[in-house]
């Protein structure tokens, strides 16, 4: 079992940056794949970011660039710095870990290939 906590959202402008907490508790996650995932109003939850369990990082192309994801594991916790935000990363943004026996440089890419997930944290940009 593995509690995930969010914090960092808010409101900020476009072109303003904010960074994103995940928070593990009950397990050390620092060898497992972690996932960003977001979900705007009206639309399917998406992946933003992943990481595998030897650190190699994949990112839509929508944040490439912009985000990057890290790990802290003295602190377990993950991280999702966001700069050049525009109004379509608007969104409640959750991470999620996967706790299933995992290849060491997947980075996993589905929701449902993840099985702990944290309770989100909203996110807007205005223009």
């Known amino acids: 079992q593995v509690q995930l906590v969010e914090s960092g959202g808010g409101l900020v402008q476009a072109g303003g940056s904010l960074r994103l907490s995940c928070a593990a508790s009950g397990r050390t996650f620092s060898t497992y794949p972690i996932g960003w995932f977001r979900q705007a109003p009206g639309k399917e939850r998406e992946l933003v970011a992943a990481l595998s369990r030897n650190g190699r990082t994949l990112y839509v192309d929508s944040v490439k660039g912009r985000f990057t994801l890290s790990r802290d594991n003295a602190k377990n916790t993950a991280y999702l710095q966001m700069n050049s935000l525009k109004p379509e990363d608007t969104a409640v943004y959750y991470c999620?870990?996967?706790?299933?026996?995992?290849?060491?440089?997947?980075?996993?890419?589905?929701?449902?290939?993840?099985?702990?997930w944290g309770q989100g944290t909203q996110v807007a940009v205005s223009s």
């Open positions: 999620a870990v996967r706790l299933t026996l995992s290849g060491s440089s997947y980075a996993y890419t589905a929701s449902q290939e993840y099985d702990y």
